[in-house]
């Protein structure tokens, strides 16, 4: 299983910018998802999750800013940023629990990261 993110570039102060996270591989089911981002010389925060029955939280920092869904078709998960800041500039992660099929007939839940894409605004 992998995590496919891509949508990050380089904005304005008051853009956005669309983060999307495709899951592909063998796998049963996808439960929680979520973003994360990590700044140069911090440590990596949540974002929002979302869960599988879609519900939805913000950090504070980015409430009414950002909003996080889902495809269940599409095993992907995205993230809308609006009115972006220079203090969202970060490398933004997507995280998901995944469960897949183990030896025999048994299944188990694994937590899966994306490769990481670069945001980056200016003021």
């Known amino acids: 299983v992998q995590l496919q993110a891509s949508g990050g570039g380089m904005v304005q102060a008051g853009g956005s910018l669309t983060l999307s996270c495709a899951a592909s591989?063998?796998?049963?089911?996808?439960?929680?998802m979520s973003w994360f981002r990590q700044a140069p010389g911090k440590e990596r925060d949540l974002v929002a999750p979302?869960?599988?029955?879609?519900?939805?939280n913000y950090a504070d920092s980015v409430k009414g800013r950002f909003t996080i869904s889902r495809d269940y078709a599409k095993n992907t998960v995205y993230l809308q940023m609006n009115s972006l800041k220079p203090e969202d500039t970060a490398v933004y992660y997507c995280?998901?629990?995944?469960?897949?099929?183990?030896?025999?007939?048994?299944?188990?839940?694994?937590?899966?990261w994306g490769q990481g894409t670069q945001v980056t605004v200016s003021s």
């Open positions: 979302i869960t599988s029955g879609d519900s939805t």
């Open positions: 995280n998901a629990d995944i469960r897949v099929r183990g030896k025999g007939c048994s299944t188990y839940s694994s937590n899966y």
């Open positions: 591989g063998s796998m049963l089911s996808m439960h929680d």
